[in-house]
């Protein structure tokens, strides 16, 4: 009995190591950090590509569950493989994509409708523009609250929390 318990105990170790061992595994946490680019999982990207397939491994056999039809949409990664990257849209949809349609270039999507793009980051300041539900909006800097968005031409601060793709705690300059 006790060297069944001891098999037991040994093979439980070794699936604990070869999960552990795959990116693709168990929960992402903050602090992770990829293990082909070393850059932080999660994080955010977008769309190169006008068309970018979502396979449903990270390779050119694996099927296509669906494809994104839209240039600049954000994605944010939440594990590596090789050369491809395992992504989640705003809605929670995932799958593998090659690197090669991903870009650095932080974008975002409007989450309410008619959203205001204000002068300053106040919620008293003037109006310049306002954007549409489901906007793509080219990332600019970020306070704690607010972030400077672009989109066709016309730019200014919003909520963080009228819009999808930055984190609520990131900044940026």
């Known amino acids: 009995m006790r060297a069944v318990l001891r098999r037991c105990a040994t093979l439980a170790i070794f699936l604990l190591f070869i999960i552990g061992s795959f990116p693709w595994a168990g929960p992402v946490q903050a602090t992770e950090r990829g293990r082909v680019t070393n850059l932080p999982l999660p994080r955010y990207v977008s769309l190169k590509a006008t068309l970018g397939n979502v396979r449903r491994g990270p390779s050119l056999s694996h099927r296509i569950d669906w494809v994104y039809t839209r240039r600049g949409v954000p994605l944010q990664i939440t594990?590596?493989?090789?050369?491809?990257?395992q992504v989640r849209d705003r809605d929670g949809a995932g799958g593998w994509m090659h690197y090669s349609l991903l870009s650095g270039v932080r974008t975002v999507l409007v989450d309410q409708d008619?959203?205001?793009?204000?002068?300053?980051?106040?919620?008293?300041?003037?109006?310049?523009a306002k954007a549409e539900i489901g906007v793509i909006a080219r990332l600019g800097e970020c306070t704690p609250d607010w972030c400077?968005?672009?989109?066709?031409?016309?730019?200014?601060?919003?909520?963080?929390?009228?819009?999808?793709g930055v984190d609520p705690d990131e900044i940026r300059e």
Request: aromatic residues 10%; without cysteine.
């Open 79 to 85: 594990a590596e493989f090789g050369h491809w990257r």
């Open 114 to 128: 008619m959203l205001p793009l204000l002068r300053a980051p106040r919620s008293d300041s003037e109006v310049l």
């Open 148 to 164: 400077r968005i672009e989109a066709d031409g016309g730019s200014g601060w919003v909520p963080k929390t009228a819009i999808w």
